[in-house]
């Protein structure tokens, strides 16, 4: 299968239709209007800025590319990654940042708002919650749906409650999907980690995971970098979150290096990115 089959055709879905004879530089430099970055792995390695990374961020800012940050942390809220990539050198503003917990919330609103929600996750999820109106509970008799979250206190009362609660047929929702994340020292056990030790228990999948590549992550993308997917670029170190995310929603994607991915996973994935770099620093080979 050639790239730009395989491109349209990931994960069996296909995407939407652009005009191959029109597109005037389909290898090479483009003109983007927006860009979807991603945070860990892409701009910042724990709180430092990823070399090359604040340059090439740079870059695009210069080329007048509209720029959301979009992360797959689910324990901070926005206004905490304006003073995270502050320090790291990027200035934000947080109606620019969209997190795992701002997807999960506000699907949560739109979806249960009423409903009393039994959370296994972090203190920062609960309080996005909170923030945002929403009603918890530790009643597991009584609870109306399920989130699933990274956890640093995941424990057996935790794998209890997940296996009672949910043995009750409620809605099972995960923040996202991410296995293992990047720590300053080494990867470490995230959501996706949890999403699965209470998948095996209670014997049935979570009904949705949210983040990226998630439909109501795209969703929200979408509303706030309102420019044609065609025009957009995702950068980002995950094949399975980032670089799908880009893929499924018709957008232009490129890897980077400088995270969780190497070569040889890229060489082994059914997910293919558009571009590969070594890190952000080399965007001005895609930029117009
Ligand atoms: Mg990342």
Known sequence: MDSWVKRY?????????????????????????????????????????????????????EAGIETLFVSNNPTKAPPAYVDRLGAA??????????????????????????????CIGAPGLLDQFDDAGLSTTDDIEAADALVASIDHEFDYDDLCTGLWALDRGIPFIGTDPDIVIPAPDRDVPGSGAVIRSLAAVAERDPDIVLGKPSDPAIAMVRERLSHPPEEC????????TDIALGARAGMTTALVLSGVTDEADVAESDVEPDHVLDDLGEIGQLIG
Do not use: C
């Open 9 to 61: 055709w990931i994960g069996g879905r296909r995407l939407p239709e652009r005009n191959h004879y029109d597109d005037p530089v389909p290898k090479g430099r483009m003109e983007f209007s927006g860009a979807v970055l991603d945070v860990d792995g892409t701009v910042v390695r724990g709180n430092d800025p990823i070399p090359g990374a604040p340059a090439g961020y740079g870059r695009i800012q």
């Open 233 to 240: 670029l995702v950068v980002g170190d995950r094949l399975d």
């Open 89 to 118: 050198g990027y200035d934000v503003d947080a109606d620019r940042v969209i997190t795992a917990g701002t997807v999960t919330t506000e699907y949560l609103r739109r979806h249960h708002a009423t409903d009393d929600l039994i």
